[in-house]
């Protein structure tokens, strides 16, 4: 058996969550494989809406394993309260959630320092969602983390009290004096809380189950384009978002990677600073933001909002090996007379198809324009209901991309997919 990978091709927020959430009565195991609380992935159902930060989206269906993988960062706190809110509608997460001891913990002191280094670099901020991310995985790459299976030993507050004097160090160089005891204290009482739960040697069982034909969904967080070695760098976050984190975040052999499913928005957005070259500035930008309710799950942020750039989109299907895409938020493009897809960039003067080593922001897409449709598809159920003029987009996006669309989202809730093949 070979584990599928559901993953973003933009900059986060695609979808992820809602995919999962339907894709899950497919599979047997739902695993994360990277990032951490700087996810925010929402699903919708039955009237609830219900937003995961480290939790896999398959959570709420009864029987299902779900995973969180040696690859992911863990706030203890955050765990906790999604924990809570889990269980509240039902979850059963002392039975369906497993949570590999190698999994990294984000100390109080990371997010102190994500704050430290993202007020010293001002207007240079990345825009980060000062979860503690980029420290804990500077700490993993340094040797200095603790990994969550070091709660139930002996030493740990002395492991702890040891990595946290070297945050103490940086906090004086950075002349940071801003401290949280009382995070401190509600991270320690989070730690006592998680030790009721399933720590697991994750990549055996990963591997075992794979043996024993049960089927593994591994979902990603954020996207592509936010890759730590392929997204707009320095603004990305500190994991490998692509296919390849599959194999370090969970512990298998790049032989058992079977589909991999890219999940893409109808149009773009991105939240946080950096590059964007289909930004729209104007009052189409702020129309896919209201009628998209383009607000971060995580923090609140307006998401910036733009036309689909194709030649990103590209570049992300090939670094992750994109056997299959899901188009996302298509309703949210009904009512513009025609929509663009960004097939080229000018720089210098010059035209180019592919994405450059520095993505800038005087970078001039070229377009293509399409007839768009003016009506409501949020209750379309199958292929055939949907409005010529979109149907062709997708035939369009298919053409461009060599990749077949799989699933067609027409709405948040669990209920509003199309399974176009
Ligand atoms: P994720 O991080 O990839 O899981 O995505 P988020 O949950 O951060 O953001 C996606 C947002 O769009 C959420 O509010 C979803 O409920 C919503 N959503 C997902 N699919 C659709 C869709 O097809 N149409 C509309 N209108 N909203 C959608
Ligand atoms: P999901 O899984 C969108 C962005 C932040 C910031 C940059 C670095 O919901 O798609 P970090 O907190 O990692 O230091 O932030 O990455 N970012 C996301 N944007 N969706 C996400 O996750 C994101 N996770 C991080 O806004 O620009
Ligand atoms: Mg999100």
Same mark, same amino acid.
Request: charged residues 25%.
């Given at each position: ?123 240079? +901020? ?129 032989? +058992? ?82 929509? +663009? ?81």
């Amino acid at each position: 058996m070979k584990i599928d990978v559901l993953l973003g091709l933009q900059w986060g927020d695609e979808g992820k969550g809602k995919i999962v959430d339907v894709l899950t009565p497919k599979y047997d195991i739902i695993a994360r494989f990277q990032g951490g609380p700087n996810a925010g992935h929402t699903l919708e159902f039955n009237n609830i809406k219900h937003v995961l930060h480290t939790i896999p989206s398959g959570i709420f269906h009864e029987d299902k394993i779900n995973i969180i993988g040696n690859g992911v960062v863990i706030d203890p706190v955050i765990l906790k309260k999604e924990i809570l809110a889990a269980e509240k509608i039902g979850a059963k997460l002392k039975k369906n959630l497993y949570i590999s001891k190698k999994a990294q913990l984000i100390m109080p002191t990371h997010r102190l320092l994500d704050k430290a280094y993202e007020e010293f670099k001002g207007e240079k +901020k990345i825009g980060s969602t000062l979860k503690g991310i980029g420290p804990a995985y500077t700490d993993k790459t340094a040797r200095l983390a603790l990994r969550i299976g070091d709660i139930f030993a002996d030493n740990f507050i002395e492991k702890y009290n040891c990595t946290k004097s070297h945050h103490e160090k940086i906090f004086v160089g950075y002349n940071f004096t801003e401290t949280n005891t009382d995070y401190e204290k509600e991270w320690f009482e989070a730690i006592e809380f998680l030790k009721d739960f399933r720590f697991i040697d994750s990549e055996k069982y990963i591997n075992d189950s794979l043996f024993k034909k049960r089927s593994i969904l591994a979902e990603g967080a954020q996207g592509a384009l936010l890759d730590i070695d392929f997204g707009s760098y320095p603004f990305v976050t500190s994991s490998n978002t692509t296919t390849s984190g599959v194999c370090t975040g969970l512990g298998v052999s790049p032989h +058992k990677v079977g589909h991999v499913l890219g999940i893409c928005k109808a149009y773009c957005t991105r939240v946080g600073s950096g590059p964007f070259p289909t930004e729209l500035h104007n009052e189409d930008g702020q129309t896919l933001r209201d009628n998209g309710h383009e607000y971060g799950s995580t923090t609140g942020r307006p998401r910036r909002c733009g036309w689909l750039d194709m030649v990103a989109l590209k570049y992300s299907i090939m670094l992750n090996g994109v056997t299959k895409l899901i188009i996302t938020k298509a309703d949210v493009l009904s009512g513009f007379e025609t929509i +663009k897809v960004a097939v080229g960039y000018k720089v210098n003067g010059e035209v180019i198809d592919y994405v450059p080593y520095e993505l800038t922001d005087d970078i001039e897409p070229v377009y293509e324009e399409l007839p768009g449709w003016n009506v409501d598809i949020t209750n379309c159920k199958k292929p055939e209901d949907l409005p010529v003029e979109l149907r062709n987009y997708i035939k369009y996006l298919e053409v461009q991309t060599g990749v077949k669309v799989k699933y067609l989202s027409v709405g948040p809730d669990r209920t509003q997919t199309i399974k176009m093949r």
